[in-house]
């Protein structure tokens, strides 16, 4: 499991943990029942804070991509495909506000970026 810790891009680095690793989990790089590594191992090959490791994996358990068993360590969930469905439709939604933010700023109405869109879905087909 690669793991890239950017110091320098304002995201802090439980939460860059914590998407890399979901972003594993969701392509199916990591699969079901994979162990992941030990929270000490991770923060040690990262050279982190075993503190901000723990977060992640909390974070990560919480939203159920990871499940711990004691003694034994954690490993990636049971794809749960309506947490997936919730998690694309969360970034679609992002997406699409930011569009939206963007083109109210450059002067485009809502229903201009909806046909932009209509238009660009009609090009795909």
């Known amino acids: ?5 950017n110091n320098q891009s ?5 939460d860059q943990i914590y998407q890399q690793i979901k972003a594993q989990i969701i ?3 990591l699969e079901e029942d994979s162990p992941l590594p030990s929270i000490r191992n991770l923060a040690k090959e990262l ?4 503190i901000t490791t723990k977060r992640a994996y909390e974070e990560l358990e919480k939203d159920g991509f990871i ?13 749960n495909t309506e947490l997936l469905r919730e ?16 083109g109210c700023a450059c002067g ?3 229903e201009d970026i909806i046909d932009m869109l209509k238009t660009l879905d009609e090009e795909e087909q």
């Open 47 to 50: 050279h982190i804070s075993v």
């Open 27 to 29: 392509s199916g790089e």
């Open 108 to 110: 485009y109405t809502t």
């Open 10 to 14: 304002g995201v802090p680095i439980y």
């Open 87 to 102: 998690e694309t439709l969360r970034q679609i939604e992002e997406h699409l506000d930011a569009a939206i933010k963007l």
């Open 67 to 79: 499940y711990t068993a004691p003694g034994r360590g954690s490993f990636v969930a049971k794809k």
């Open 1 to 5: 499991m690669l793991i890239f810790i």
